[in-house]
């Protein structure tokens, strides 16, 4: 993987942990369960970019 590629697969990655926290705050009220919902889209995302990233080389 190319190093333009990591840099973009890390900014998507921090995106999508952000925003995965914050909608797992808002559906629940407890910290940890809105941890792991942001993790798990934070896995979803990178699993979905670095398939897309393959396709393109």
């Known amino acids: 993987m190319k190093r333009n590629h990591k840099i973009i697969?890390?900014?998507l990655i921090g995106i999508a942990l952000a925003l995965g926290?914050?909608?797992?705050?808002?559906?629940t009220d407890c910290l940890?369960?809105?941890?792991?919902?942001?993790?798990?889209c934070?896995?979803?995302?990178?699993?979905?970019?670095?398939m897309f990233l393959k396709g393109i080389d």
Do not use: A, E, K
């Not at 940890?32 to 798990?40: A, F, M, R, S, T």
């Not at 934070?42 to 670095?50: A, D, K, N, P």
């Open 9 to 11: 697969l890390g900014i």
């Open 32 to 40: 940890l369960l809105g941890l792991g919902i942001g993790l798990l």
């Open 21 to 27: 926290v914050s909608l797992g705050i808002s559906l």
């Open 42 to 50: 934070g896995l979803i995302m990178r699993i979905i970019v670095q």
